[in-house]
């Protein structure tokens, strides 16, 4: 029997090792966290991440062939194919802050890996990585093996969060990058077997392991680019009476570029595509191609302008103060069908208005009071020039109440923001809404949910990105 082990019990290591287990009956797969708690979670009831399908999928394998433990050393090495997923988050400090990938947890499991093995192995690259890591990573293996023979693979993972069990079980493409040695392939076609088990052959590319290392950060930032392009053209759109759904629609007819990815927004969030596109152009500066990092840089630029102008939409629409206006927030994930807010624009947005001394009141059906709490008073490392900016004062976390409910998010409310696409707010009851509002009632719609003219004919200002104005933010103040 094939023994697999993941390390870091995550939103990737998590779901992915989920579907092997599914899909491999033959295979022992322990997935291994030095987090005592998030071990725990995965063994209960209550997951710690909320993924649509994931509990079917845990519970059928479970106790089977799907392991959770802290047990990390143990699992190890009894392995033959060790995944490392661990957090590689942006680092704060020291020689490349703001930009460069902190690899202090990879080069620590890394350790580990060499420290206990017993037996030959395979060593997998999951989590994003800069490129050429891999190259590191044998180093330290090989420097520590006493022995002991690793071969790494690099084999990034392209689910997207909120439909992780539908990416992995039928994946656009997995992609296997190793040494191009007789060693290096046999690795390739170990882990293709794997793989093999549900994904169709013609699906499962190889490429050598820059390639695939690469390949990860740049298909993310392509992804990042269509949004920040079509989020470009939403200002413009609003500039000029067009509207960037049928514009976008126009764009996306065209077989060369594609429908899909192409919804203007508040701006994207997610753990992964401020930090690989940063990653992205401190390699690119490091190998001494400072326009390729500038080109790149401007995806998150805009991203940061979309932020800042649906904010200042909204304070200079309401007559240039919300200063003790309760504002109902309506969703803080950074997209559906999750509970993680890892970057989510809410927090900026959120931010942004409490900054004008507004009274925040938010909803979201999977975010808790205390990780909303967090976000906005943990102090946020700026990318563009590093430095900690001060937290937010007890005051202004005494303006943000989280309720669990959007009727009660919005009764007595100046203002709605909405900033996450929850199918639920499509179908919402706005009459009532509306009429436990103060007056004028305004929407502002981040993420195009909304009916706009049916809430017009309610009576709402409905401000909705990208879409022909309302003729009364229209004689408001230029938004910057
Ligand atoms: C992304 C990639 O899609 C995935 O392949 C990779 O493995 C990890 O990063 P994820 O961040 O989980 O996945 O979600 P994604 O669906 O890509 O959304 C990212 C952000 O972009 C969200 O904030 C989303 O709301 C926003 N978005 C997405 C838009 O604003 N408009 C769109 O058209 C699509
Ligand atoms: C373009 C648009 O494709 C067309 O829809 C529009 O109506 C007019 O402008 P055209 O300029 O005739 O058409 O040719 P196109 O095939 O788009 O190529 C433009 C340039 O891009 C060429 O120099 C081509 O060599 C280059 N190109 C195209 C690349 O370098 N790489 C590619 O992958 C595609
Ligand atoms: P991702 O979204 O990439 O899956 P997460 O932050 O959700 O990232 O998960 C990474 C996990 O890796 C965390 O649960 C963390 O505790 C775990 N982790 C980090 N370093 C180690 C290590 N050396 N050994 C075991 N687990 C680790």
Request: some cysteine; charged content about 25%.
């Amino acid at each position: 029997m094939v023994k697999i082990c993941c390390i870091g019990a995550g939103y990737v290591g998590g779901p992915t090792m989920a579907v092997i287990a599914l899909k491999c009956p033959s295979i022992e797969v322990a997935v291994v966290d030095i987090s005592v708690s998030r071990i725990n979670a995965w063994n209960s009831d209550q997951l710690p991440i909320y993924e649509p399908g994931l509990d079917g999928v845990v519970k059928e394998c479970r106790g089977r062939n799907l392991f959770f433990s802290t047990d990390v050393e143990k699992h190890v090495s009894e392995a033959d194919i060790v995944f490392v997923s661990v957090n590689t988050p942006t680092k704060t400090r020291g020689l490349g802050a703001g930009k460069a990938a902190d690899l202090t947890y990879w080069e620590s499991a890394a350790r580990m890996i060499a420290d206990v093995s017993k037996s030959d192995k395979i060593v997998v690259e999951k989590s994003t990585v800069p490129v050429k890591t891999a190259e590191a990573i044998e180093k330290i293996l090989t420097h520590n093996s006493k022995g002991i023979k690793f071969q790494i693979l690099s084999n990034p993972e392209f689910l997207a969060e909120g439909t992780a069990i539908k990416d992995l079980f039928n994946p656009d493409r997995v992609l296997i990058g190793g040494r191009e040695t007789p060693e290096g392939q046999k690795a390739i076609s170990t882990l293709k077997a794997v793989y093999a088990h549900w994904v169709p052959e013609d699906r499962i590319l190889t490429t050598n392991l820059w390639s695939a290392e690469l390949s990860k950060l740049a298909a993310n930032a392509f992804l990042a680019q269509r949004i920040s392009s079509v989020n470009a053209i939403s200002a413009l759109c609003e500039a000029t009476g067009a509207n960037v759904s049928q514009v976008a629609y126009s764009v996306g007819t065209d077989s060369r570029i594609g429908p899909k990815f192409l919804n203007a927004s508040v701006g994207f969030g997610g753990s992964c595509f401020q930090k690989d596109i940063l990653n992205l152009v401190y390699i690119c500066e490091c190998n001494g191609l400072p326009e390729v990092a500038e080109y790149w840089k401007q995806v998150i630029k805009i991203n940061d302008y979309q932020k800042n102008r649906f904010v200042n939409r909204v304070v200079a629409s309401m007559f240039n103060t919300v200063s003790n206006k309760k504002i109902a927030v309506l969703g803080f994930a950074f997209k559906k069908d999750t509970g993680d807010t890892r970057e989510t624009p809410a927090i900026d947005v959120c931010k942004g208005l409490l900054g004008d001394k507004a009274r925040l009141s938010i909803y979201d059906p999977q975010v808790s009071e205390d990780q909303i709490q967090r976000d906005l008073t943990l102090s946020k490392f700026e990318w563009d020039h590093p430095t900690h900016l001060q937290p937010m004062s007890p005051t202004t976390v005494k303006q943000v109440s989280v309720v669990w409910d959007a009727y009660e998010a919005t009764k007595e409310a100046h203002a709605v923001c909405i900033l996450t696409e929850w199918d639920e707010f499509k179908t919402l009851d706005y009459q009532r809404i509306y009429d436990n509002m103060q007056k004028p009632a305004f929407i502002f719609d981040g993420r195009n949910v909304v009916d706009v003219d049916k809430l017009r004919d309610i009576g709402f200002i409905v401000f909705s990105i990208g879409k022909p104005l309302d003729p009364w933010l229209k004689d408001m103040p230029a938004v910057a």
